[in-house]
């Protein structure tokens, strides 16, 4: 993963997933590309609310125990840090704003609408502009959907994970499946079409069999968005020590290909169209906020250990900077009370390494990355300069895995399930282009 920004960017690539039938590949379109001057005064806006109930065994977030004693305060530094972040960056637009966490529906409806208040006090957020927050599908987050709803949320995403409810036991999830259901079923009916629910495979003592099963039946009673993401077991976790003394077993990397590449079969069978190497959506209904990460855009991320990446143009930049906010709630409130914002690391991004993270980002769509957006970034050196004359790269193009033709870079249906072993290969040829001339020169990438 390259960036924390959301539970939609976390790694769920089967490395050695199996071919399946390239009829099955189709392409969905996501926002159109924008000129250099539009990706400079336009942003997407990220806000982290860092608290949940409990920790889920599975679960390295930069989360903590719910202190509601701390709501207003942490409203209104929320606010503060979103004035100063739009007035340092200069963005005169937002496109999209995503509430994550942490368990965002844990936060008071009212917190969520004063967000949004200050966002439209010092940008334009165009009209029916896509607001999305991440629910946990317990009663508690069920009871306030449509208070969330009048706050000025029109997009659900739903942390349902599984509807085995032993297997949610063992995640030490907070709901059950009967919870999950219910809570599908009233945020359709809130904001139908606009209803994302996240699905993981590879969980312990999970077979080919009942994972089949879930998802028709999560196809029964979904929306027009799923996200499937392979359990990853992570060092520090419950689940990493209860893997390591064998108190669990979690399936091999060849079941978990297989459930991959299942799930994709039957969700094009239900009319879902891939768009992401982990999300499908059928009638169009992709999520533009995630979209204008995969795109290289420029996004603000407000709250404790929230990533931006933007150019700081109010304070005289000219190379965008990727920022990470303090992690510590009660330490970043502290900081955004003194001075505006807390920011604890900024990094300012050479054209080499902005290459490399719209390259990343960019290949883990169907659609991939064009020559037109490819030259907002690098308006001297195409793809074609990059990568025709590589040996590891026509290797990846015969053998039907990569393609680069007129429209641009992307992956094959059979590629995008080998994207972690695809994109080692371009990334060297990045490095091979722009590594030398970024050592002699020692200049940053200007994209104005």
């Not at 914002?341 to 290459?355: A, D, K, P, V, Y």
């Not at 308006?379 to 990569?402: A, E, M, W």
Request: proline share 5%.
């Amino acid at each position: 993963m390259i960036v924390q920004t959301s539970r939609a960017l976390r790694r769920a690539v089967p490395a050695c997933a199996r071919v399946v039938p390239r009829h099955l590949f189709s392409d969905i379109p996501g926002t159109e590309d924008l000129s250099e001057d539009e990706l400079q005064k336009t942003a997407s806006l990220y806000v982290h609310w860092p608290y949940c109930i409990r920790r889920c065994s599975y679960c390295n977030f930069n989360k903590y125990i719910s202190r509601s004693s701390n709501n207003e305060n942490m409203t209104k530094c929320l606010q503060k840090e979103t004035q100063t972040l739009l007035q340092l960056s200069h963005v005169s637009c937002i496109t999209s704003v995503f509430f994550g966490g942490g368990t965002p529906s844990l936060a008071p409806p009212s917190t969520i609408a004063a967000v949004l208040k200050c966002i439209s006090q010092h940008a334009h957020i165009p009209h029916n502009v896509e607001v999305t927050l991440e629910v946990n599908p317990t009663p508690l987050g069920r009871s306030k959907l449509e208070d969330f709803y009048h706050a000025g949320v029109n997009r659900f995403s739903i942390g349902v994970q599984t509807l085995n409810d032993d297997d949610l036991a063992v995640l030490e999830r907070d709901h059950s499946s009967h919870d999950a259901l219910r809570t599908i079923e009233e945020a359709s009916r809130l904001t139908p079409g606009r209803v994302s629910v996240d699905l993981m495979f590879g969980r312990p003592g999970q077979t080919i069999q009942s994972w089949d099963s879930e998802l028709r039946e999560v196809l029964q009673i979904c929306d027009d968005h799923l996200s499937l993401y392979q359990l990853t077991v992570e060092r520090g976790t419950q689940l990493f020590k209860q893997v390591q003394c064998g108190e669990v077993i979690v399936p091999g990397e060849e079941v978990s290909a297989e459930m991959y590449q299942r799930a994709r079969t039957i969700l094009h069978q239900h009319g879902f169209q891939q768009y992401e190497v982990s999300n499908f959506a059928r009638h169009n209904a992709v999520s533009h906020h995630n979209l204008s990460y995969w795109e290289g855009k420029q996004y603000i991320g407000v709250g404790p250990g929230a990533h931006g990446r933007f150019v700081p143009l109010g304070e005289g930049g000219v190379c965008r900077e990727a920022r990470t906010q303090t992690l510590e709630p009660e330490v970043w409130m502290c900081e955004v009370q003194k001075r505006g914002h807390g920011t604890r690391r900024r990094i300012h991004l050479c054209q080499h390494e902005l290459l490399e993270e719209v390259l990343v980002m960019g290949m883990r769509m169907t659609k991939g990355i064009t020559h037109k957006h490819w030259q907002c970034f690098s308006p001297h050196v195409n793809l074609h300069h990059i990568f025709d004359s590589s040996p590891d790269v026509q290797d990846l193009r015969q053998s039907g895995k990569l393609i680069l033709d007129e429209r641009g870079l992307r992956c094959t249906y059979e590629g995008l399930a080998f994207l972690d072993s695809i994109l080692p290969t371009l990334l060297l040829e990045i490095e091979r282009i722009y590594a030398p001339k970024q050592k002699d020169s020692n200049s940053f990438y200007n994209p104005r």
